[in-house]
């Protein structure tokens, strides 16, 4: 029986997954797409055993899955693909209607705790799927993230300088204001599956794909080039920036991440 593993269809993972499908038996796995909310849905519901799913999923609910060691998608600055793009000033967003993606709901944790917790203010977060030139119509700002984000911050609205729009990178501003990594998503598993002997294999398959794809980006973006919006170079720069790490370093990030949503009510 195959393990069954939630695929973000993001490139921020790409590396990973070009990896895992090109080296690995394909009787042992099966992919299932989503984005990361649909995924933390699935693997809360047992739709997959395994998924790089939100932090927050992880944090409200711990006795439900093992966390995968050594594995994650974090930021430790720039993160390229978290951004809030506005009107105005972060700093002057107070009262205003923000629109943040309904693909992330650590995403949409982090807007929170860098309005209210950094910049002290209130405002209106509604969650949004429009794209970013009707978002900004309905709201002095807007956060997307991922391909949504990479594509967007290429976008005639943003480029054109009469429109005088703001790009903030959410990872940025939060290692600016901690010191500490962001960890947007974690390697998560239904802890049912744990003792399965797909599930150690799978360790090691993914421990493999992590250090491959660290030594052969430009393989791996030469391939994801082809009949991408990025390319080849700028996939390269996209993917260092990320960190797929977990290490202590990351865990305190995580652990300060869980203080601000238990302050907050949100976990």
Not at 84 to 113: C, H, M, N, Y
Not at 139 to 168: F, H, Q
Not at 179 to 207: N, S, Y
Request: proline letters at 3%.
């Amino acid at each position: 029986m195959k393990l069954k593993i939630g695929k973000i269809r993001f490139l921020n993972l790409y590396p990973i997954f070009y990896t895992l499908e090109k080296e690995c038996d394909p009787e042992l796995y099966e992919f299932v797409e989503g984005t990361p909310s649909a995924l933390n849905a699935m693997i809360r519901e047992g739709t997959v055993d395994v998924s790089p799913s939100s932090s927050i999923e992880y944090l409200r609910n711990p006795d439900k899955y093992t966390m995968i060691e050594g594995h994650s998608i974090s930021s430790t600055d720039c993160i390229k693909s978290i951004l809030l793009f506005s009107k105005r000033p972060v700093d002057k967003l107070g009262g205003a209607r923000v629109l943040a993606t309904d693909q992330s709901e650590t995403s949409v944790a982090l807007l929170k705790i860098i309005l209210k917790d950094f910049f002290s203010l209130e405002a209106d977060i509604v969650v949004a799927d429009a794209p970013l030139k009707e978002g900004l119509r309905d709201g002095e700002a807007y956060m997307m993230i991922g391909d949504d984000a990479l594509k967007a911050v290429r976008s005639d609205i943003v480029l054109d300088k009469k429109n005088r729009i703001l790009t903030y990178d959410l990872g940025k501003i939060w290692y600016e204001r901690t010191g500490h990594p962001f960890v947007f998503a974690l390697w998560i598993a239904r802890k049912d599956c744990c003792k399965l002997d797909r599930f150690q294999l799978l360790i090691e398959h993914l421990d493999m794909a992590r250090d491959f794809a660290k030594l052969n980006l430009d393989e791996i973006a030469e391939a994801a080039s082809k009949g991408s919006f990025m390319k080849k170079k700028e996939l390269v720069d996209y993917w260092e920036t990320i960190s797929y790490d977990m290490n202590e370093y990351h865990k305190e990030g995580l652990k300060l991440f869980r203080k601000y949503l238990a302050d907050a009510g949100d976990l």
